[in-house]
């Protein structure tokens, strides 16, 4: 390891041997103004992708969830139509948004949000994944930041980006530094496909077993269609001996605090607060803080069921670390029943529950206690449902594991990305040692 030489540039200080230009220097900047005379009509579900900026997530296009145009309306506008390498960057509402085109399934154009960059056939001086990934990092994100215009729907204009200035490294190290960030997340996206597949496969035998009731009998066979006993029960027929049961009998159903009322003083440890947002999104700087000193049945930990019952009812399984619950939300326990157990019944009301929730109309939608006293199901012997347990556990938990490894990973990534970025963590380099 050597010491770093640093140089003061527009774009603050980077290593010596890095330079500066501006975008537009490097890559070709694209943008749609409007659709002229195009109806809201005219989209729907026949004719050329379009794509919007909702329709970028993580970093790539989700592909089923766009519109489409007609055909007349994508030639009309060939000049922004979408090639593989391309990257998208949003810059209307909400600005920043961004997107690497790895391939396309079929033709597809841009929204009038949306901007499309693409590298200059001759340009030599900059990697195309590499400039991906500085559209990622918060230093160009404090960039845009500064340049956006607009207090009712915020605005990027193409003048403004064309003139932020990218910092360049020698392109073999451009090319070190997206190995670095481009392994991290296909691991990550690996570890993703994987925890669907396990998580689809679990429910898979939960529903064949514990709603179908095909368990495998004493002799390996599908207990119900080889004529297993059923019994009469609230809900139809059950297999003999076992008992119909509530949500509540099931799983303690934990409300959580106000905790607006536990902010935390000056230098006391804290602990982030849960909300329905925090569900979908994790924890992120704009998360609220509460004191820790909390009692410890409000605290969710990894792998922690939480249900939120108000505003949007979600189900999930909390794997960002430690943090308090907030009111308006359930911590979803039991001493005596397994955690998939009830996490995969609370999935399949979940329907039932936002259905009731969309139905109250003068107030924020929300279920109470008596909806899972009156959500009734099917329970066998204990003896049977730790037999049959032990193949749905190991699946769910290894699934659970896999999305902390993801996470873990995920964090990796965002330190190292604006470090790399600036040359404060520099990638060694055959030949050559850098600090």
């Known amino acids: 390891m050597i010491e770093i030489n640093f140089k003061s540039t527009e774009i603050g200080n980077i290593p010596n041997e890095w330079s500066v230009c501006n975008l537009k220097d490097i890559v070709i900047i694209k943008g749609r103004i409007g659709w002229k005379g195009l109806k ?12 919007n900026g909702p329709d970028i997530e993580d970093g ?45 399934p079929e033709p597809a ?24 990934y500085y559209f990622k990092s918060p230093y160009f994100g404090n960039l845009v930041e500064s340049r956006i215009e607009g207090s009712v729907i915020p605005h990027l204009y193409q003048r403004d980006i064309e003139q932020l200035m990218v910092p360049l490294p020698p392109l073999s190290e451009q090319q070190a530094i997206v190995k670095i960030l481009s392994d991290l997340d296909e691991k990550i996206e690996l570890n993703n496909e994987m925890n669907k597949t396990l998580e689809n ?40 001996g076992w008992e119909i049961l509530s949500l509540s009998n099931i799983a303690d159903f934990l409300n959580g605090l106000p ?11 804290w602990l982030p607060v849960i909300k329905i947002r925090e569900l979908r999104n994790g924890i992120t700087d704009s998360t609220e803080r509460c004191t820790s000193n909390i009692p410890k049945n409000y605290i969710a930990e990894n792998g922690d069921v939480i249900f939120s019952w108000s505003g949007s009812l979600e189900v999930v399984i909390w794997t960002y670390g430690k943090g308090a619950i907030n ?30 929730a969309e ?22 012997p204990q003896e049977l449902m730790d037999k049959l347990g032990k193949s749905i556990e190991s699946i769910f938990e290894e699934a659970i594991t896999l999305r902390i490894q993801s996470l873990t990973l995920s964090n990796i990534r965002d330190l190292l990305l604006p470090k790399l970025m600036t040359g404060k963590i520099r990638v060694p380099m055959e030949g050559k040692n850098v600090g």
């Not at 949000?113 to 340009?123: D, E, Y």
């Open 40 to 51: 809201k009509s005219e989209f729907g579900n026949d004719g050329v992708i379009i794509i």
């Open 60 to 104: 790539k296009v989700n592909w089923s969830n766009c519109e489409r145009v007609p055909q007349w309306r994508y030639v009309e506008s060939k000049e922004i139509s979408v090639n593989v390498d391309d990257i998208l960057l949003t810059k209307d509402g909400t600005i920043g948004k961004v997107a690497r085109i790895k391939f396309l």
């Open 109 to 132: 154009t841009l929204a009038s949000g949306i901007f499309l960059i693409r590298k200059k056939v001759n340009s030599t001086v900059i990697d195309h994944n590499f400039l991906y």
């Open 201 to 240: 496969i679990a429910q898979a035998i939960f529903k064949r077993w514990f709603i179908d009731f095909e368990f495998p009998n004493e002799n390996g066979e599908p207990y119900k269609s080889s004529g297993g006993e059923m019994v009469e029960s609230e809900l139809g027929l059950i297999p003999k």
């Open 259 to 269: 905790l607006q009322n536990y902010r935390p003083r000056e230098d006391e440890e």
């Open 327 to 356: 009111q308006h939300l359930f911590k979803v326990r039991s001493e005596k029943y397994p955690k998939w157990f009830y996490y995969f019944w609370l999935l399949r009301f979940l329907p039932e529950f936002r259905k009731i």
């Open 359 to 380: 139905d109250k109309a003068t107030t924020m939608g929300h279920i109470q206690r008596h909806h899972l006293n009156e959500s009734l199901l099917p329970v066998p």
